[in-house]
């Protein structure tokens, strides 16, 4: 979770982008301002008009309780089966769903929300307690930051690795707020749940045994990042968080309350806003899960951007396989003629560390796992 720097990392001075905004800037300072072709329009080409309609376009909704047929005498085989297809769906055409009744109680949501707000709250001495040192993940500060001439996202982050244990650096638990590390231990565990959930009825979306990817996940890594975007007096030149896709299996993200729009992703082309639901979840297909379906669900690449008056907070989940597993795609999901392997074989491990070593930028990191198709011409 905390890989140590081959070699010095100059990272330069980073501003905490709380503490810039108290000050009201009137110019965004240099390294938070986006050349040309990376600031945030709604297109992807500069030449297309930016006043696109993708306000009506919502990503896919899942209802949980219709999935979770055997606690639930009310749901049908029919409905269940509907569902399923609504699931197979969402992965393969968008990469991100948001799910409804998810069985975790609304008040563990307020919960986690509330010490994630009181955390950033906090006096900038106190968050500085817990730094993430250049190079690594967990703490707080901007995490993917490799060099001095590097764009800064407009984000604090406060990261820490949850499970298994001995990912976890116990000084990097915050005292304050008193309730923060007894309330994101029950999320955690709730979030886990969900996570194993609905990985199986991933599994059964592709055809697969129920169990396949608990059973090859072996003990399953968890990590929570915190993500505080203050408002900026000019969204239009700096980006919240750089596009990415995420490195894990799945990612479950919660978008505070009152909170503005703030998470794109990227379809067909053109960044969609993902509005946000009341005590739904974003669910997105990572990495892991792309490789594993040989590409027929894909890891969506995914922004955020910011707003001229409102903050944002948002709580992401990452869950991943175990690091010793070897992952590759399915045999199930390969074959010669219409399917052929996609990703090379690697060690988790491996890739996790590759991910978190290389700044965020699109889909290159998994670059690492394509096979290249060579031009025998
Ligand atoms: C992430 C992420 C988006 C957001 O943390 O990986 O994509 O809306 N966050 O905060
Ligand atoms: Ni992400």
């Given amino acids: 979770m905390a890989p140590v720097p081959i070699f010095p990392i100059k990272v330069g001075h980073i501003d905490d982008v709380q503490e810039l905004r108290k000050t009201k800037p009137t110019t965004i300072p240099e390294r938070y301002v986006r050349d040309q072709t990376e600031r945030p329009t ?3 080409t500069l030449l297309s008009s930016s006043s696109s309609p993708t306000d009506d376009i919502h990503i896919p909704i899942i209802n949980l309780s219709k999935l979770m047929k055997a606690n639930n005498n009310t749901t049908t085989a029919d409905e ?17 769903f948001q799910v409804v009744n998810h069985g975790i109680d609304l008040s563990l949501l307020e919960s986690i929300e509330m010490v994630a707000k009181d955390f950033f709250m906090l006096p900038l001495e106190e968050k500085q307690k817990y730094p993430m040192a250049p190079g690594t993940v967990q703490g707080y500060g901007q995490a993917f930051v490799f060099s001095e001439n590097q764009k800064l996202d407009w984000c604090n982050m406060f990261a820490l690795g949850v499970e298994p244990h001995y990912i976890r650096n116990p000084k990097l638990w915050p005292s304050k707020p008193a309730d923060f590390s007894e309330t994101l231990e029950s999320y955690s565990r709730e979030v886990r749940k969900l996570c194993q959930n609905l990985l199986r009825y991933i599994a059964v979306s592709l055809g697969l045994k129920e169990d396949v990817f608990e059973e090859m996940f072996g003990v399953a890594v968890q990590a929570v990042r915190m993500n505080y975007y203050p408002p900026c007096s000019r969204p239009d030149l700096v980006m919240g968080l750089s596009p990415h896709s995420d490195g894990s299996a799945l990612t479950i993200l919660q978008q505070g309350k009152g909170s ?23 669910i997105n297909i990572g990495d892991t899960i792309e ?35 070897e992952i590759g795609p399915m045999t199930e999901l390969v074959d010669d003629v219409n399917n052929p ?21 699109g889909k290159k990191t998994l670059d690492f796992a394509k096979i290249q198709v060579t031009n025998s011409s």
Avoid: M
Wanted: overall charge positive.
């Fill in 42 to 44: 709604l297109a992807t």
């Fill in 80 to 96: 269940f089966h509907t569902e399923i297809v609504n699931l197979t769906t969402a992965c393969q055409e968008w990469g991100f």
């Fill in 260 to 282: 503005s729009v703030g998470l794109q992703i990227l379809k067909d082309n053109t960044w969609v806003p993902v509005q946000p639901i009341p005590n739904a979840l974003v």
């Fill in 291 to 325: 490789v594993l379906s040989n590409g027929k669900y894909k890891s969506v690449e995914h922004r955020a951007v910011t707003h001229k008056e409102k903050d944002r907070l948002s709580i992401v989940t990452f869950y991943a396989p175990s690091y010793e597993i």
């Fill in 341 to 361: 392997c996609k990703y090379r074989r690697y060690n988790h491990g491996e890739y996790s560390k590759y991910y978190v070593t290389n700044k965020l930028q």
